[in-house]
């Protein structure tokens, strides 16, 4: 994600601090934030697609996906 948007996310968390965010603000900051978690999410399915469990007789096991329920 872009600093740019970062930096935003914060000045809207600052601004709702001082005053309730205008309708216009709360869509941006929920799209901001949306747009986070998703790359977030993203970021963090590529570390553990590429984590192995090494077992103690030196077997290394790539970690398996949990299935959804």
Same mark, same amino acid.
């Given at each position: 994600?872009?600093?740019?948007?970062?930096? *935003?996310?914060?000045? &809207?968390?600052?601004?709702? +601090?001082?005053?309730?965010?205008?309708? /216009?603000? %709360?869509?941006?900051?929920?799209?901001? *934030?949306?747009?986070? &978690?998703?790359?977030?999410? +993203?970021?963090?399915?590529?570390?553990? /697609?590429? %984590?192995?469990?090494?077992?103690?007789?030196?077997?290394?096991?790539?970690?398996?996906?949990?299935?959804?329920?």
């Amino acid at each position: 994600m872009e600093n740019s948007k970062l930096q *935003r996310i914060n000045e &809207l968390a600052r601004i709702k +601090k001082e005053r309730e965010l205008t309708a /216009e603000e %709360t869509a941006e900051r929920d799209a901001l *934030r949306k747009e986070y &978690l998703d790359e977030w999410r +993203k970021g963090a399915i590529e570390v553990l /697609e590429n %984590t192995y469990i090494q077992t103690p007789d030196g077997k290394k096991h790539k970690l398996q996906r949990k299935d959804k329920k």
